[in-house]
T-cell receptor, first 112, second 115 residues
């Protein structure tokens, strides 16, 4: 079965510091990987995706993600965190049946 | 561009009652999805429509859940009768076409509490 795993329930980082939110995947064939962010009482918002090509993908709000085939990872990164980045982040894989399978989510807390 | 609209935003019901949720996708989006997000978990797909046809309802508890998408636009998700374990946020999403590379656009969700 195709799946993603987010090993950290929560990530804490100080404002201005770089952040990383981890995701590993288990996919047969080429992975179609996504990152979404969820703010309180709001739906999920698309951040970025990896389909093919360059392993470093740039997305919304200054976020980027690095696809690593040998480590089966797709970690979300940002060079300098903002307090407003505090939210719930979900990694997801789109299976061959156009179904998004989500990870359990990682709560990011950025302290001032 | 208007986003995905959902109503109501919140609903509290007693177990064994029925409830319905409404979704209006982004104009022109052919594919519509309903997800269930239980607290502390990622969203789980319940049903997927392509226009007004069902393409995947493998994870929909069909003994109590039903959904329809009339005229390939708005959609309604119904639970009858509700159980305590149905307490969750129900998210509606849409995408332009049914393609693995397309991102999905999510509505704000309906938070259901079953007492």
């Amino acid at each position: 079965a195709q799946s993603v795993a987010q090993p950290e329930d929560q990530v804490n980082v100080a404002e201005g510091n770089p952040l990383t939110v981890k995701c590993t995947y288990s996919v047969s064939g080429n992975p179609y990987l996504f990152w979404y962010v969820q703010y309180p009482n709001r739906g999920l918002q698309f951040l970025l995706k990896y389909i093919t090509g360059d392993n470093l993908v740039k997305g919304s709000y200054g976020f980027e993600a690095e696809f690593n085939k040998s480590q089966t990872s797709f970690h979300l990164k940002k060079p300098s965190a903002l307090v407003s980045d505090s939210a719930l982040y979900f990694c997801a894989v789109n299976t061959g049946f156009q179904k998004l399978v989500f990870g359990t989510g990682t709560r990011l807390l950025v302290s001032p | 561009e208007a986003g995905v609209a959902q109503s109501p935003r919140y609903k509290i019901i007693e177990k064994r009652q029925s409830v319905a949720f409404w979704c209006n996708p982004i104009s022109g989006h052919a594919t519509l999805y309903w997800y269930q997000q239980i607290l502390g978990q990622g969203p789980k797909l319940l049903i997927q429509f392509q226009n007004n046809g069902v393409v995947d309802d493998s994870q929909l508890p069909k003994d109590r859940f039903s959904a329809e998408r009339l005229k390939g636009v708005d959609s309604t998700l119904k639970i009858q009768p509700a159980k305590l374990e149905d307490s969750a946020v129900y998210l509606c999403a849409s995408s332009p076409i049914r393609d693995r590379g397309n991102e999905q656009f999510f509505g704000p969700g309906t938070r259901l509490t079953v007492l």
